[in-house]
């Protein structure tokens, strides 16, 4: 606490509340004229959690002093919310797969956390979730890292380092009206610094030496070998930090610097031999390797610049690269070098406690990363492949599903694997004010997002080639160039909080409102290979408005703080972020225009060239019809959405949760949990081209089966042919 000392006056029925405490240990001390001063040492206090502290005064002398040590409860019996504490102890004890709060989130309870076999650090370990919800946000300080390109999860591109880490609190359920989406958070409340100069140096190191190998004679009979499991090969991490004063009292500063590497062996795929051939040749003794490669240098200022104003700036510049960027079963030299440049996050706030009533609360964040898939090198594949020009056109086989040469969308890949940029940038404001008065605490806020991405595809020659048993059997061609932006401006949302305490019984309720817009700007696309110039004008993706009430009750059952029954019902809405592959952003004009389109290849003289035009959307030589005369035009068979859907009806979910807590022993508790979510206006795929009544409607006979009703035997019908 940079201010030292916090003060509040307690009500006409003693209750008091001391609000926005950094975690750390405490002294409180209660005074009152006439009577004994009392002081509670040792407290003790995590972060987000109200400890209810609690203290008789006796009538005496006022130089008389009674002092009391005791370490803080571990129920809180005041907050609804579902959530559990991991603190510095045991963020240094704790085993983890890759030393990041991400990985941490893991170890909570209801936590499902990435697969044993997950790259350590990579996009798996973003991935956690609890109990049925959408994958964890990731925070720092209350505010998100997320970028507008994914809003949860392994779409979160910032991956928080964990030496300026202080403790860490994992919310899965009950989240209040601060809260927009009801996903399990993860948030992390940083170092700060302090009075004292203090710091650390953190090293680990792992290799192919120091790991096992599950090889069986058995499965080495079945065709296994030792190069073509999953494995790490390397692993290391450095992370030296330091933190002080600058001024004693006034100005503290915390920086740190990570350096992170992790290499894989990636199942079943070898160096190709043969990389611009016409077939897949592996080097088993070369098996082929997933490199990923962070880097972190931050640094925190908190200034206290008068005795009700705290200032606090921090920046973490954390690029990182996914040096084999794709999915399984593809040639090292066809991945993508992905180099997350920039990826950085920038957050400053202030926080003034006014008076003992009143606290003030704004923070500003900037969120920009782009993750620019690029062509691989010799120094990049870590291969023997020579560089990926941009004339190198990317083949797979139909037969062994296997890609090489270049990246493609062949074989059902996804297009978020071709080359080119995704370049989004976010900002974020907050502000609140909160009034507490004895039992009764008011918070009133607003938050906004505003954010814009870009997303560009350049597959090399806008072609790709499949092959079958070795011999071409068709091409693929792309409509480019190819690229869109989406903004999302605003996404704006106002929320109110009361919460009202009555000798045990804490009553939360809460309503936020949820403002929502989603647009495409004019887009103006020049002439390609196989394509003229087009034009989408912009065009509004959606705007949604939503009301979600929430409440939450707990009760002090024995009065002590040591056993908490809680309960909470909140209605949440889904996240939409501004990814072109999900969503509103499908409704982007250019996806909704023919990107590809294929045409069998008939290469008769066998000397794999592609002896036709292929600008002739008809037969000719050796090229068949192309599948879609749109190609490079609107689609009219295109995915629309309802405008019910784009202008009301958002995705939703109900969340009702319900808890008992006790507190067994000092430094132990255990909780009893049940989670409930109803998810509304799910939404489904309709053909309008073809009706219902379009399908043939048939019966069975059921078997004759004396389980059945009346033994089997009867027809079952109102079935149809789809």
């Not at 936590?111 to 964890?136: E, F, I, N």
């Not at 008809?618 to 749109?630: D, Q, T």
């Not at 009301?648 to 807590?661: F, I, K, L």
Request: glycine share 10%; hydrophobic share 35%; aromatic share 10%.
């Amino acid at each position: 606490l940079i201010e030292k000392v916090r003060s509040a006056v307690s009500a006409a029925d003693g209750n008091y509340i001391i609000s926005d405490l950094r975690p750390g240990v405490y002294t409180v001390t209660f005074t009152l004229p006439g009577f004994s001063v009392v002081k509670r040492e040792g407290m003790e206090l995590p972060a987000a959690f109200t400890a209810n502290v609690s203290v008789s005064m006796q009538v005496g002398a006022v130089e008389e002093t009674i002092t009391v040590t005791g370490a803080a409860p571990l129920v809180d019996t005041r907050s609804a919310t579902s959530s559990t504490l991991l603190t510095k102890e045991m963020l240094d004890t704790l085993p983890s797969n890759s030393r990041s709060p991400q990985s941490y989130a893991a170890l909570a309870p209801g936590v499902r956390g990435a697969s044993l076999s997950a790259p350590p650090g990579g996009v798996d370990d973003m991935g956690a979730s609890a109990h049925g919800g959408a994958a964890s946000d990731y925070q720092i300080d209350g505010i998100s890292t997320a970028t507008i390109n994914g809003m949860q999860g392994g779409s979160i591109t910032f991956r928080v380092a964990q030496a300026y880490v202080g403790e860490i609190t994992i919310t899965t359920g009950g989240g209040g009206a601060e809260s927009a989406h009801g996903n399990m958070i993860t948030n992390v409340i940083p170092k700060e610094g302090g009075n004292t100069f203090s710091g650390g140096f953190y090293y680990e190191y792992t290799g192919a030496g120091l790991a096992n190998s599950n090889l069986t004679p058995e499965l080495s009979r079945l065709g296994f070998n030792a190069s073509g499991l999953t494995k790490a090969e390397t692993f290391w991490e450095v992370s030296p930090f330091v933190g002080g004063r600058i001024l004693r009292n006034k100005l503290w500063f915390f920086v740190s610097y990570k350096d992170y590497k992790v290499d894989t062996v990636r199942q079943g795929m070898y160096d190709n031999l043969t990389p611009l051939g016409w077939a897949y040749t592996p080097d088993t003794s070369r098996p082929s390797i997933y490199r990923l490669t962070q880097t972190s240098r931050n640094a925190r200022l908190t200034w206290q610049a008068a005795a009700k104003h705290k200032f606090g700036a921090f920046v973490d510049n954390a690029p990182q690269v996914a040096w084999h960027r794709s999915e399984s079963l593809v040639s090292p030299e066809a991945t993508n070098y992905s180099p997350y440049l920039p990826n950085i996050f920038v957050h400053l706030s202030w926080k003034s406690p006014l008076n003992n009533n009143w606290l003030l609360e704004s923070s500003f964040a900037r969120n920009s990363s782009n993750y620019d898939q690029r062509r691989q090198t010799p120094e990049t594949c870590l291969c023997s492949a020579p560089p990926v020009g941009l004339d190198v056109v990317g083949k797979y086989e139909a037969t062994t599903g296997i890609q090489w040469g270049a990246a493609s969308t062949l074989g059902g890949r996804a297009e978020s694997h071709l080359y080119g940029a995704n370049d989004s940038r976010m900002i974020q404001l907050q502000a609140s004010a909160t009034r507490v008065s004895g039992a009764h605490t008011f918070k009133v806020g607003v938050q906004m997002i505003n954010g814009e991405i870009l997303f560009v595809r350049d597959p090399n020659l806008g072609r790709a080639y499949t092959l079958r048993n070795g011999r071409p059997d068709s091409i693929t061609m792309y409509a480019t160039p190819y690229q869109l932006e989406n903004y999302i401006k605003p996404n704006l949302s106002t929320y109110i909080q009361d919460q009202w305490v009555h000798k045990r019984l804490t009553v939360t309720g809460g309503l936020r409102h949820d403002y929502f817009k989603m647009t495409a700007p004019d887009n103006r696309l020049a002439a390609g290979p196989f394509v003229g110039e087009r034009f989408f004008p912009e065009e509004t993706l959606g705007i949604w408005k939503d009301f979600n009430p929430r409440v939450g009750v707990s009760y002090d059952v024995f009065g002590d703080g040591k056993t908490a029954a809680k309960m909470s019902v909140g209605r949440f809405v889904s996240s939409q972020d501004g990814a072109p592959t999900r969503g509103l952003g499908r409704q982007n004009p250019a996806v909704r225009s023919i990107l590809s389109a294929n045409r069998t290849w008939n290469d008769i003289d066998r000397d794999f060239e592609v002896d036709c035009n292929l600008n002739e959307p008809f037969e000719n030589a050796e090229c068949g019809v192309l599948s879609n005369v749109n190609f490079g035009k609107a689609n009219p068979n295109a995915l629309s959405y309802d405008p019910k859907l784009t202008r009301g009806y958002r995705p939703y979910h109900w969340e009702t949760t319900a808890q008992v807590q006790r507190q067994i022993r000092q430094g132990m508790s255990v909780t009893l949990g049940w989670y409930r979510r109803s998810f509304k206006n799910n939404n489904v795929n309709r053909n309008v081209a073809v009706p219902s009544d379009a399908f043939d409607q048939y019966c069975v006979t059921a078997p004759a089966d004396s389980r059945l009703p009346d033994g089997g035997g009867y027809q079952l019908c109102g079935l149809y042919d789809v």
